[in-house]
């Protein structure tokens, strides 16, 4: 099965193969180099296992350095968020069904586009630091853990992360 995490590549959610496995490999010699450095190691190493437009490039280089500093626990720089990114965070039970929907209800009636996706893997639940079910997060934020707010709720919530 091959290693595939989910980073945000210029305001995108991709899949790339392997970039853990890249970041163990190189973390020793490049820790300290400079983030252009990096940039070029990772990329040569990535694309050879991962599809990267060369108009994608640019992004994909922030990306890829984005992970390998947080990976070491290094500072490094946020990237601007250009749109909503709502998950539902959940086993898949009724109610995390029921807060599904009526999300996609209020994106729909606010005419919104977003990222939107359901989380159901408990390890990756329990990283968001949830303890409650169904959790709706906004932006990286937790905004609603352990109920399934009213429409009128949800839209307050989605109309305060787009501001």
Do not use: H, W
Not at 29 to 39: I, K, L, M, Q, T
Not at 124 to 153: C, D, F, H, R, W
């Amino acid at each position: 099965m091959d290693d595939i995490k989910k980073i945000n590549v210029g305001g995108i959610p991709i899949g790339v193969r392997e970039i853990d496995q890249v970041i163990a490999e190189l973390e020793a010699e490049f820790s300290d180099r400079p983030d252009s450095e990096v940039a070029a190691e990772m990329l040569a190493r990535l694309e050879t296992r991962n599809y990267i437009a060369a108009s994608a490039r640019d992004d994909y280089a922030a990306a890829f350095v984005r992970e390998f500093r947080k990976a070491l626990g290094q500072p490094c720089a946020a990237e601007a968020s250009r749109g909503l990114e709502v998950k539902i965070l959940g086993p898949g039970c009724p109610r995390c069904d029921q807060l599904y929907d009526r999300v996609v209800k209020v994106m729909t009636e606010l005419n919104l586009a977003a990222y939107l996706e359901k989380v159901k893997d408990a390890k990756a639940i329990a990283a968001t630091g949830v303890l409650v079910t169904p959790s709706l997060m906004i932006n990286g934020k937790v905004v609603s853990s352990g109920q399934v707010p009213s429409e009128a709720k949800l839209k307050e919530l989605i109309n305060n992360a787009r501001d």
